[in-house]
């Protein structure tokens, strides 16, 4: 199946800081990647949606200056996390979409954030 | 938007028993249903889908069945063994739009 990585695996940094998180699809051509958010024992929280070459299309409630989504190339997404604060410790994975018809997500191994 | 309920939270079961896990949609233009299997601190992977031209789809032990009519979806899994033990998750989506929109998730147990 088609391969998708996450960098870094796990992050821990001081509040008020910025994290930047890369998603990519290695294998395949992702024209649109999702960022979901997962709390402990929780489900997967859809954050945005990628799509490349435009902007990323937020849920309600996200707040779109607070976690800054960029997809520059068809196979890389990145998620910024600016001025990171305690709450905003949790696990971030983001999935890519070979298809645009419904087609399987690929999700990549999440990347953990610890905020001090 | 699209609301997806999914029961139970946690299912216990023998192994080698039957394990039936029940979710509901409320969008019904929704048309593609996917079932994730997480375990823990691992990245979800689809173990089946369906799309609602169907009604029902099996792989091996796992089936899943759909009834457009009352919005629900269910996954079986038969002869359940230990590693079948993880988080499974439904997720519903519309075929031409993007987002999946996931349950709330139940954790099963296989006990030896």
């Known amino acids: 199946g088609a391969v998708v990585s996450q960098h870094p695996s796990w992050v821990i940094c001081k509040s008020g800081t910025s994290v930047k998180i890369e998603c990519r699809s290695l294998?395949?051509?992702?024209?649109?990647m999702f960022w979901y958010r997962q709390f402990p024992k929780q489900s997967l929280m859809l954050m945005a949606t990628s799509n490349e070459g435009s902007k990323a299309t937020y849920e309600q409630g996200v707040e779109k200056d607070k976690f800054l989504i960029n997809h520059a190339s068809l196979t890389l997404s990145t998620l910024t996390v600016t001025s990171a604060h305690p709450e905003d410790s949790s696990f971030y994975i983001c999935?890519?979409?070979?298809?645009?018809?419904?087609?399987?997500?690929?999700f990549g191994p999440g990347t953990r954030l610890t905020v001090l | 938007g699209e609301n997806v309920e999914q029961h139970p939270s946690t299912l216990s079961v023998q192994e080698g028993d039957s394990a039936v896990i029940k979710c509901t949609y409320s969008d019904s233009a929704s048309n593609y249903f996917p079932w994730y299997k997480q375990e823990l601190g691992k990245r979800p992977q689809l173990i089946i889908d369906?799309?609602?031209?169907?009604g029902e789809k099996k792989d091996q032990r796992i089936a899943v069945t759909l009834n457009k009519t009352a919005k629900h979806f269910s996954l079986h899994i038969t002869e359940t063994q230990p590693e079948d033990s993880a988080v499974y998750f439904c997720a519903a989506s519309q075929g031409t739009g993007n987002q999946f929109y996931f349950g709330t998730g139940t954790s099963l147990t296989v006990i030896p």
């Open positions: 999935s890519a979409r070979v298809r645009l018809d419904g087609g399987e997500q690929f």
């Open positions: 294998d395949f051509q992702a024209t649109t």
């Open positions: 369906i799309r609602s031209n169907v």
